[in-house]
């Protein structure tokens, strides 16, 4: 029933329980204790809206910045991403395989926003050797939805 429960909620969080229990052939009871277990046991970690900013008339600018560290000795590189992940700016922190070690999403106000939390929060920090910053110029599809249908254009072509 997790695997079910997990697959639903990830694609609609906003499910009602009953719902969800006639989706699964179950209880109410049995499901609501069921994600109640998995919150606990931090299998499900939050429930998130996604939106779509562009469509709003907040500024925000998200980039993906690629980080190199020195990793401490005995923790790895744990430590260093809990200091990074820490910073209000920072929405993700990801550690990775390849050519540099992690990968922090933040967002701002603007691209100088962005820039300043780099030059003066992460790069000065004592086990980061580099860092490359990537601003998302535009959104296609995130978290599995699609944001902006591309319209086709079905106007027939006439030539003289």
């Known amino acids: 029933m997790r695997k079910q429960i997990l697959a639903t909620i990830e694609h609609n969080s906003r499910i009602d329980l009953k719902e969800l229990a006639v989706l699964l052939g179950a209880t109410e009871t049995e499901v609501a204790n069921e994600v109640a277990q998995m919150e606990k046991e931090h299998i499900i970690c939050g429930y998130h809206t996604l939106i779509n900013w562009d469509n709003t008339d907040q500024d925000k600018v998200v ?5 190199k560290v020195t ?3 005995g923790l790895g590189f744990d430590k260093i991403a809990e200091r990074i992940y820490k910073f209000d700016e920072v929405r993700s922190v990801y550690l990775m395989s390849g050519g540099f070690d992690f990968t922090v999403i933040i967002e701002g106000k603007s691209m100088k926003e962005v820039s300043m ?4 929060k992460l790069a000065p920090m004592e086990a980061v050797i580099s860092t490359s910053t990537h601003f998302v110029l535009k959104k296609y599809k995130d978290y599995g939805t699609i944001l902006n ?5 079905e106007r027939i072509s006439v030539t003289p």
């Open 63 to 67: 980039s993906l910045i690629e980080v």
């Open 71 to 73: 990793p401490q000795r």
């Open 117 to 120: 939390f780099v030059s003066n």
């Open 149 to 153: 249908e591309i319209q086709s254009d």
